[in-house]
C-alpha cells in the first residue's frame, strides 16, 4: 500500500479519516508560509442590478496555490486559518489588495465596491479598525468603495462589542453586508442590532426558488429588506430562471455563475468590456 501511494508515505498509517487529518496538519503547516511565498491571490466576482442593468460591485474571494497540492479552496484553509490566527494577516492582505485594484478600476472608470469577506476571528483581535483605516488611507481608496460581508455566526459573539466595532467602521464609510443570510445562526432579530447596509441571500434560496412556500419566505425577507432600507443581494444566480424568479420577488441585484465566475483581473476585464452584449438582455420584464 505505501508504494502505491508513492511519496506521500505518511498516508500508510491512515485510512479515510487520517489523511484527511494529514492534509489538515501539512495545510496548517504550510499556511504559515504562504502569504510570504506568494501562493494566495485574489479573484472577484461581479454583482449586477438588474434592474438599473449596470454593475453592482464585485466580492473579493482568495485562492492559494499550493506548491504540491494545486489549488485548495477556501472552504477548507479559512477555517483552519481562523483556528490557527493566521487569518489575520491573511485579510490584511486581501483588504490591501482589493483596496488596490478597487482603486485601479476606479481610476479606469469603474467606481464599483469591492467587497471583502470578515472572518468573526478578526472581530476579536481588537484592532480591526485601525487596520481598515490604515490600509484605505495608504491605498487612498474613498471609503465607500471598500465593503465588508460579515455572517450571521456573528451572533456568537458579543454583540454589543460587535455593533461597536462596526459602527465606528461604518463611520469611516464603508459598507457592511451580511453574508449567507437566512440560513445560519439566523438572524432576524440581529437585523435590528447590527447596523448593515446589505443582506446576502443565501444561495440555498436562490436554489429552490419557485416553489410557493421558498418564494413567501423570500418575498418576506425582499420586503423586510426594503423597509429596513437593506439592500438585497442574490447568491448562486445560475440560470435565467433564477433571474426571473428573483426580480418578480423584487430582488434586483444577482451575483452567480450566470453572470460571471470570480475571476482574476485579466479576466474581469475582459469580462466587463463585453458586458452589453451578454447581460443586458438577461431580463426580459
Ligand atoms: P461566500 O463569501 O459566501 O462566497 C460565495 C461562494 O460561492 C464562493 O465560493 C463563490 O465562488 C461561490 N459561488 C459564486 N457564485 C456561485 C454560483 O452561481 N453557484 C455556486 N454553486 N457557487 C457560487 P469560494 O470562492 O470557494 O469561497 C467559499 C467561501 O470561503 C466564501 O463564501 C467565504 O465564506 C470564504 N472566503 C473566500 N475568500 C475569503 C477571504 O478572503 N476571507 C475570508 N474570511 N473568507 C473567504
Ligand atoms: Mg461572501
Ligand atoms: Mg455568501
Ligand atoms: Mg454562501
Not at 29 to 36: G, I
Not at 188 to 203: E, N, V
Not at 258 to 276: L, N, S, T
Amino acid at each position: 500500500k505505501a508504494k502505491s501511494l508513492g511519496k506521500n508515505r505518511y498516508c500508510v498509517y491512515n485510512d479515510g479519516m487520517g489523511a484527511k487529518e494529514v492534509r489538515r496538519m501539512e495545510l496548517e503547516k504550510d499556511l504559515q508560509l504562504a502569504l510570504e511565498n506568494k501562493q494566495f491571490y485574489i479573484v472577484y466576482q461581479p454583482k449586477w442590478n438588474v434592474k438599473s442593468n449596470s454593475l453592482y460591485g464585485f466580492e473579493a474571494l482568495i485562492r492559494w496555490k499550493h506548491p504540491r497540492l494545486g489549488i485548495v479552496s477556501p472552504s477548507e484553509f479559512i477555517p483552519i486559518s481562523e483556528e490557527t490566527g493566521m487569518i489575520v494577516p491573511i485579510t490584511s492582505w486581501v483588504l490591501e489588495n482589493a483596496c488596490s485594484q478597487c482603486k485601479i478600476w476606479q481610476e479606469q472608470g469603474i467606481e464599483k465596491p469591492v467587497s471583502v469577506n470578515l472572518s468573526n476571528r478578526l472581530f476579536q483581535v481588537g484592532n480591526l479598525f485601525e487596520m481598515i483605516r490604515k490600509i484605505l488611507n495608504t491605498k487612498e481608496l474613498d471609503p465607500h468603495l471598500l465593503e465588508l460581508e460579515i455572517t450571521e455566526s456573528m451572533v456568537l459573539l458579543d454583540l454589543k462589542d460587535i455593533t461597536q466595532q462596526l459602527q465606528s467602521i461604518r463611520s469611516l464609510g464603508v459598507r457592511v453586508s451580511m453574508d449567507d443570510f437566512g440560513t445560519g445562526y439566523s438572524s432576524i432579530g440581529l437585523l435590528d442590532q447590527i447596523p448593515i447596509d446589505a443582506l446576502k441571500l443565501d444561495r440555498l434560496f436562490t436554489n429552490d426558488i419557485g416553489t410557493p412556500r421558498k418564494n413567501a419566505i423570500i418575498n418576506a425577507i425582499i420586503l423586510m429588506a426594503e423597509e429596513l432600507k437593506l439592500d438585497v443581494i442574490a447568491e448562486g444566480v445560475e440560470s435565467q430562471e433564477h433571474i426571473e424568479h428573483l426580480a418578480q420577488l423584487g430582488c434586483h441585484v444577482m451575483q452567480g455563475y450566470f453572470y460571471g465566475k470570480p475571476m482574476k483581473v485579466k479576466e474581469i476585464d475582459e469580462w466587463y468590456k463585453h458586458q452589453d452584449g451578454i447581460n443586458r438582455n438577461a431580463l426580459e420584464v
